[in-house]
């Protein structure tokens, strides 16, 4: 791979630590999400501030694990104040969060002015980062130099995954029904707790290397994104952490190429990661499987399509039937064979069901390819196929009339509309409960046979 | 910049001091006079807007939109200087973060909308990646020309200390739309607020009415912003509102206490920033906004967790009392078969016989038994006490409704005996009148005489 202004040794680096951090503020972002608290990096990205300001009065310098534990507790110290101001006096959430991080940046503000008034602490830093400086600051490990980020997102990474896997369940109870967690034995504060003290770790750990905007993108987006694909916890965290991991690709390449573009230089890697996540929300809330636009609009097409060739079928269907047993009492083995149905033209099937001859033509040839209708001069008629499907869809019409009647105690004359509605969607399982819920008569509320059962032999 | 105190005040002794404290409040310097008259008329703007935000449960929206407005501010300033203007000219960096904020505001409603994502997911979203996207945009115009885009940060970072003439009219402006606005269509906001879905049915439009918070809020940010910064807005737009639910359950005067506390934030804050040296006039405003909603946390009169937990106490001292009373009345009711007949204030009990009535401790008793008689209820003979004319008819009325509740639970509700009399205990004290006549209706026709306890009474060994 050739580009311009990318070498391996260098970008390489890049990718790896935006990978490693998007990966663990995606993971705990799903939680954070699901209990409607993905504000909670942002609202921490602005609250560590104090944090700083005590670690660099007390140590006099701006660097090394007393700024990394004093931002740590100042964010406990932030999620701890918003709970608190939550359950005892009321406030909600949102603005119990607001308040919180808007004074702690206050007060941190007031107190680097006071301790650091002409030290480079700029509060800037924690919102920016610098992610394109971190593989310059290395650490030796068993001879290889590795930037000092990677080590301490990939630890991150690996805490957080390993607390995901041991509280998993816990977790996932916690997440949807708290209350029920609690009834369950354990409690569901220690979980929250545990999950809180990780986030400000992980805020903490990303804000050195590479600023908040990104902490905030990946806590959200991501798992935003993957509840599009998917309802599944599990599936859920697969698809955030694979999403954010692309992002975080996606998001230094474009850094480096799409400004060239233009004729200008590369540009700040974190900014255009959090655009490609938001780029990916947006694929995802299009194509996604479970809440995509496109995806619903097609479903929605298909159902119509398939509601369309079920009311031909029918249709063809009941005209056959009116043809082979003339009186609705006549048994099937006296009527059979006295006509021979020689089918309906296109104008009356679109008589017949309302439709445009336009409509009946295409869905028609829709049939005619699935080999359930054929033609036969200027009439059509079903195949053998097409009277299977056709019969089992009559017959869950009729059993729904039936059902309707009998246990819902539904007026004659209302039913047709409902069962001609849950037809489409009635599978043989449902069937054969409609069946069993039924007096199991051979007659429908209307006085028409109900079709037997096909027994289905495909091996 | 938020970072920066109103520095003109330089004081040496108390006289000095005096003087400048003098000065100050009477608004003599220039420049503090726009600061704070600034400051205030934005806090009670954004105060009033805010309260509207934070009962739609919306208060993080100023963070997200405020936050949504840099990619326009930098897409604004590479148009303008592309096409060879000025690319830090204020009404064009104003246009572009405006409609970028709008743009986010949009972005907000739809992504709630169109994938049901919930509110605060969507605010993260809009935050993030608009942000995102103006940092990466920052980032192309430094690389640009360096030092180029310098002072175009603190557009969003603000100026707080520096406020000129133009941004005082600017925020006098934008105050003034707001109020009106929030005036004109008060009642379909409130209704928006409390219950969307009978103001849809009332014929008003979610879209049109949450368009027109968002815009509000949208006005307040990018005016606050370039004035006084990304994170002082957002105080503002949050805490005074927060902090008036503390004192009224209603919309109006929340809205009006919402607005004061705005004012007296950004008042008090200036004023000490101003005063006091090396103090950050941003950040000292959003701590004395921040120390208001303390106050109000506390004290406030309709939710204050003071007068809380005053009114708790208050309401154990009552039902403690009720306890004795009827604890008293229920002794003296089996010492003699005809309490009726017996001078109330003759029927003498031990005060350790009434030990075994409650799980109450020696001392707890005795002062209950103090309190009592202060209040002219009991009167203490040595170890005994007696009940007197207005303690003996509360008692009766005490013990009656007990027993009333005790049947009720026992004839309709099927709750075993053993059960009923800590039941009763939990509701006797909040029985009204008229259910009490209704229980007597419903157990035993009227009597105004006091009902047999249905079950044993304990007694004292």
């Known amino acids: 791979m050739e580009l311009d202004g990318w070498t391996w040794a260098l970008d390489g680096w890049i990718v790896l630590t935006a990978m490693l951090c998007a990966m663990s503020c995606a993971l705990l972002g799903n939680f954070l999400v699901l209990r409607g608290t993905s504000m909670l990096g942002d609202a921490i990205s602005h609250a560590v501030l104090p944090g700083l300001a005590v ?405 | 910049m938020i970072g920066s105190s109103i520095a003109w005040v330089s004081v040496e002794t108390s006289d000095e001091w005096f003087a400048a404290l003098l000065r100050l409040l009477t608004l003599a310097d220039y420049n503090t006079r726009i600061v704070i008259l600034g400051t205030a008329l934005l806090g009670c703007a954004a105060g009033v807007v805010g309260s509207f935000t934070l009962l739609r449960k919306r208060a993080l929206v100023g963070d997200a939109i405020s936050h949504a407005m840099l990619p326009g501010l930098g897409i604004a300033f590479l148009v303008a200087t592309l096409s060879g203007g000025d690319g830090r000219s204020l009404p064009i960096l104003f246009t572009g973060a405006t409609i970028s904020g709008l743009v986010g505001a949009a972005a907000i409603l739809g992504l709630r909308s169109t994938w049901r994502l919930s509110e605060d997911a969507a605010f993260g979203i809009v935050l993030s990646v608009f942000f995102g996207a103006g940092v990466a945009l920052l980032g192309v115009i430094q690389s640009l020309e360096a030092g180029h885009a310098a002072g175009l940060e603190g557009f969003i970072y603000g100026k707080t200390a520096s406020l000129s003439w133009m941004d005082l009219m600017v925020i006098i402006t934008a105050a003034a739309v707001a109020l009106v606005l929030c005036t004109m269509y008060f009642k379909e906001l409130a209704l928006l607020c409390f219950d969307q879905a009978y103001a849809e049915t009332q014929g008003y439009s979610k879209w049109w009415l949450d368009g027109l918070l968002m815009s509000l809020v949208v006005g307040i940010a990018i005016t606050g912003m370039q004035a006084v910064g990304l994170i002082l807005v957002i105080a503002l737009l949050i805490i005074p509102a927060a902090a008036a639910r503390f004192w009224t359950h209603r919309l109006s005067r929340q809205v009006l206490i919402s607005a004061g506390i705005g004012m007296a934030g950004c008042f008090g804050g200036g004023m000490t920033s101003a005063l006091l040296p090396n103090l950050p006039a941003g950040a000292v405003i959003i701590l004395a906004c921040a120390t208001l909603f303390l106050f109000s946390l506390m004290f406030g009169g309709a939710q204050g967790l003071v007068w809380r937990a005053i009114r708790r106490r208050q309401w154990q001292q009552i039902m403690l009392r009720q306890h004795l009373l009827r604890a008293v009345y229920e002794r003296a009711e089996a010492k003699t078969t005809e309490p009726k007949i017996v001078r109330e204030s003759e029927v003498r009990i031990e005060i350790a016989d009434l030990m075994i009535s409650r799980s109450w401790s020696r001392t707890q008793l005795e002062r209950l038994v103090d309190g009592a008689q202060r209040e002219g209820l009991i009167t203490r003979i040595g170890s005994q006490v007696a009940l007197s004319k207005p303690g003996w008819v509360q008692a009766k009325k005490l013990t009656h409704q007990h027993r009333l509740w005790e049947m009720y639970l026992i004839t309709h509700a099927d709750v075993a005996l053993q059960q009923v009399d800590r039941l009763a205990d939990d509701i006797e004290h909040v029985l009204e009148p008229s259910v009490i006549h209704e229980l007597e209706r419903l157990l035993q026709g009227r009597t105004a005489e006091v009902v047999k306890s249905p079950h044993q009474i304990p007694e004292p060994s």
């Open chain 1, 55 to 459: 670690a660099f009065w007390v140590s006099g310098s701006r660097s090394g694990t007393g700024m990394f534990v004093a931002a740590v507790l100042a964010a406990v110290v932030t999620v701890f104040l918003i709970e608190t101001l939550r359950r005892s006096a009321g406030v909600d959430r949102g603005a119990s969060m607001g308040v919180v991080f808007t004074a702690m940046f206050a007060l941190g503000m007031i107190m680097i002015v006071q301790v650091a008034d002409h030290v480079d602490l700029d509060p800037n830093c924690v919102l920016y980062g610098s992610i394109e400086l971190t593989p310059l600051d290395q650490w030796e490990i068993a001879g290889w130099l590795v930037p000092k980020a990677v080590v301490t997102l990939g630890s991150t990474l690996l805490l957080n995954g390993l607390f995901v896997a041991l509280f998993y369940k816990e977790l996932l109870l916690t997440a949807f029904d708290s209350d029920f967690a609690d009834s369950m034995g354990f409690s569901s504060q220690v979980v929250h707790y545990g999950l809180m003290t990780l986030v400000a770790i992980t805020a903490v750990a990303s804000f050195e290397s590479v600023g908040s905007v990104l902490v905030v993108a990946m806590i959200v987006v991501p798992p935003a994104s993957a509840l599009m694909m998917t309802d599944r916890l599990s599936g859920m965290l697969a698809w955030s952490m694979g999403l954010a991991a692309l992002a975080a690709i996606m998001g230094h390449g474009s850094a480096v190429v799409v400004p060239g573009w233009f004729g200008m230089g590369s540009t700040l890697t974190s900014g255009m990661m959090a655009v490609s996540a938001g780029g990916l929300l947006l694929i995802c809330g299009l194509i996604g499987s479970r809440r995509g636009v496109v995806t619903r609009w097609l479903r929605q097409r298909t159902f119509a399509a398939q509601v369309a060739a079920d009311d031909v079928l029918g249709f063809l269907f009941r005209l056959e039937e009116r043809a082979t047993l003339p009186t609705p009492t006549a048994t099937l083995a006296t009527a059979q064979g006295n006509f021979e149905f020689v089918g309906s033209t296109l104008t009356q099937l679109s008589a017949g069901l309302g439709q445009s001859l336009r409509q009946c033509a295409r869905v028609i040839a829709g049939l005619g390819r699935r080999g359930e209708i054929e033609s036969c001069g200027d009439r059509f008629r079903l195949t053998e196929a097409g009277r299977r499907r056709a019969q089992l869809l009559v017959r869950a019409h009729r059993l729904w009339e039936l059902y309707l009647v009998e246990q819902a105690q539904c007026e004659v004359d209302r039913i047709h509309e409902k069962a001609e509605a849950w037809e489409h969607v009635t599978d043989e399982s449902m069937r054969e409960s409609l069946e069993r819920a039924t007096s199991q008569t051979a007659l429908d509320p209307h006085g028409s046979r109900i079709p037997p059962e096909i027994a289905r032999n495909d091996d």
